[in-house]
């Protein structure tokens, strides 16, 4: 059975787009206008999403009150998208509970990807959660991570850093934001840093994949970049496939 996506969002046009992606990628869109009508829905169970993409600017109550209000009574994985392109809607986002936020103007693609990754998040064990494609795999509890099935030998911020990157396959993280969820008590930290450890990290997954006991051999032979993709200019994801 397909699964039924709500959209809460007052663009028509914008709402149309991702309908329409949603759909030809098998989904069952669902678009409501108003915040209150989508809270008054959920809440008598007349619509059951499996997710729900929550425009933040709505022309009744803002989307982070819709989200406030939704979580409450329910734990449905919310998508926000924003028009405001700044670090306190990201931060505010995640921390009243939103799932992943992307800024318009947006190719409905990638949401519909964004979508399937937190679906798919969602359906993994919450114990071992495995990444993208089955490499990865998140043992947050022994604060390690295994390519292929190999516990990697990482310090400190190469696990903070593929962790984050890992945990939201598809995500692209700029520079600073890295900055932020990674050394956050490195006030010293320079946008070169996390370009220098996601170097060394590419290095050491490249060298897990081969097998060889030898970095700079690993890096001489193969120049994959391990899954972790370089947006120039803007920053780094971990790419979906
Ligand atoms: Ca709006």
Redesign the pocket.
């Known amino acids: 059975m397909s699964k039924s996506i709500l959209i809460i969002?007052?663009?028509i046009s914008i709402a149309e787009n991702l309908a329409y992606a949603l759909g030809t990628d098998g989904f069952m869109p669902t678009h409501v206008s108003l915040g209150q009508q989508a809270l008054s829905m959920l809440r008598q169970a007349s619509i059951t999403p499996a997710l729900i993409v929550l425009?933040i600017?709505?022309p009744d109550i803002n989307g982070f009150d819709v989200c406030r209000q939704l979580r409450q009574f329910s734990d449905t994985p919310v998508l926000f998208l924003t028009a405001r392109n700044d670090e306190i809607d990201r931060i505010v986002g995640l921390e009243i509970g939103a799932d992943d936020y992307v800024t318009k103007p947006f190719s409905p693609r990638e949401v519909v990807a964004r979508i399937r990754a937190i679906l798919r998040r969602q359906q993994g064990n919450p114990q071992t959660n495995m990444g993208p494609a089955k490499r990865f795999e998140l043992r947050q509890d022994e604060a390690r991570i295994l390519y292929y099935g190999h516990a990697l030998n990482l310090t400190r911020y190469e696990y903070l850093l593929l962790k984050t990157l890992v945990e939201r396959p598809g995500h692209l993280f700029s520079r600073a934001q890295l900055m932020e969820i990674v050394w956050t008590n490195a006030p010293e930290t320079l946008e070169r840093t996390v370009d220098a450890h996601i170097k060394s990290l590419r290095a050491k997954l490249r060298q897990t994949r081969l097998g060889s006991h030898d970095a700079a051999d690993a890096q001489l032979t193969d120049s994959s970049d391990e899954g972790i993709q370089t947006h120039r200019g803007m920053g780094y994801s971990l790419s979906l496939a």
Do not use: A
Request: proline letters at 0%; hydrophobic letters at 15%.
């Open positions: 969002e007052d663009e425009d600017g709505l």
